[in-house]
């Protein structure tokens, strides 16, 4: 999950050979910062059903590859910044040891390591998602901290590990979290490599790192980001295979794009999902259209409203079905 959103974003880090990768996650909020998940206070009953909700069978993909869930967007701007020369390199010289051991203790040093002794229901949730998604846990900290977010980590070879602020926690219900959880875990099973480190450098204050300099920013800058906007399509297909609802992930969604506690119980993703259509409309006409590019190219994450189309529509797919599927044989021919 950089930044989470307009209000806050969530922002990640993935491994690629042995360097740290940020990368931004649920957000889409502006650059230069980090954000956090602006999200809603579940009321007690909806909590107390998540966590009913939780251990209900779900598929287990025991067989997945990054490739099996990733957007075609992403495949297509991935392939887009392999042309750019040299990219690799700067990425190695941006965060050198002094750079990475910062970002190690600034997020661990006041933190809580989650385990199965401590935060146990927390710990169940990564834990969960990892398996899932056939992929290995990383370390789950939590930081007291008001701004709602969450980001993932990994330096030097080390176990990655992913960070949640306890304003996080308290802002969502539990199937909620788990695919916020999800989200950053697809990010590392689809090993978002070094372009993620220029992407979340630059939503984070780029400007202000030794050693980049505004003109390789800049001139990054809208090809990282229109990268990073798929990628983030690609991982919000990572939380709908954990969630196993699309309503679970829109709703995060919907609550990112506005709302407050004592709102909550009046929200409708099925009124946002119109909302959504409503949105492709008005951007149909030329001027829309030039409009909505404009605004798109300033955002590190697509819109809240445009997430949210596209995985109601991946749920539908024959892709989707196809996994769910080959996960529910693969499950039964290990148990003859």
């Known amino acids: 999950m950089a930044s989470l959103l307009s209000c806050s974003a969530c922002s990640a880090c993935v491994v690629s050979s042995k360097l740290s990768f940020p990368i931004s996650g649920w957000g889409s909020k502006p650059r230069r910062r980090w954000g956090s998940i602006g999200l809603i206070i579940a009321p007690q009953a909806e909590r107390r059903r998540s966590r009913v909700l939780a251990v209900v ?29 040299g990219l690799n390199e700067l990425g190695k010289a941006l965060l050198g040891p002094v750079t990475e051991q910062v970002m190690l203790l600034e997020n661990i040093g006041t933190s809580v390591l989650v385990s199965e002794k401590q935060l146990p229901d927390l710990h169940k949730l990564m834990v969960e998602a990892a398996k899932v998604l056939n992929t ?14 969450a980001y993932t980590l990994a330096v030097s070879g080390r176990k990655p590990f992913i960070v949640v602020h306890t304003s996080l926690v308290e802002l969502l219900s539990r199937r909620e979290l788990q695919a916020v959880l ?7 099973k689809c090993d978002h490599g070094v372009w993620l480190t220029f992407a979340n450098i630059i939503t984070l204050g780029a400007y202000s790192v030794p050693g980049l300099g ?21 991982c919000d297909r990572a939380a709908l295979l954990v969630a196993q609802d699309p309503k679970v992930v829109i709703s995060v969604l919907m609550k990112l794009a506005g709302g407050c506690p004592s709102l909550s119980d009046q929200l409708s993703v099925d009124a946002f999902l119109e909302q959504a259509r409503s949105y492709d409309k008005a ?19 697509p819109l809240p409203v445009l997430r949210a189309r596209e995985i109601d529509e991946w749920s539908r797919s024959h892709e989707y079905r196809f996994l769910l599927k080959r996960a529910a044989q693969l499950e039964d021919s290990l148990k003859v």
């Open 283 to 301: 951007s149909s006409s030329p001027i829309g259209w030039y409009i909505r590019n404009a605004q798109t190219r300033q955002l590190s994450h």
């Open 57 to 85: 069978s779900r598929a287990v993909f025991r067989d997945l590859d990054a490739d099996d869930f990733r957007h075609p967007l992403d495949k297509q701007n991935t392939l887009l910044l392999r042309t750019i020369p």
């Open 214 to 234: 505004a003109m390789i920013a800049q001139s990054l800058e809208e090809q990282l980001f229109r990268w990073l906007r798929a990628a983030e399509l690609t």
């Open 136 to 149: 290995d846990a990383p370390d789950l900290y939590v930081r007291q901290n008001p701004v709602p977010n």
């Open 182 to 188: 999800a989200h950053e875990l697809g990010h590392l």
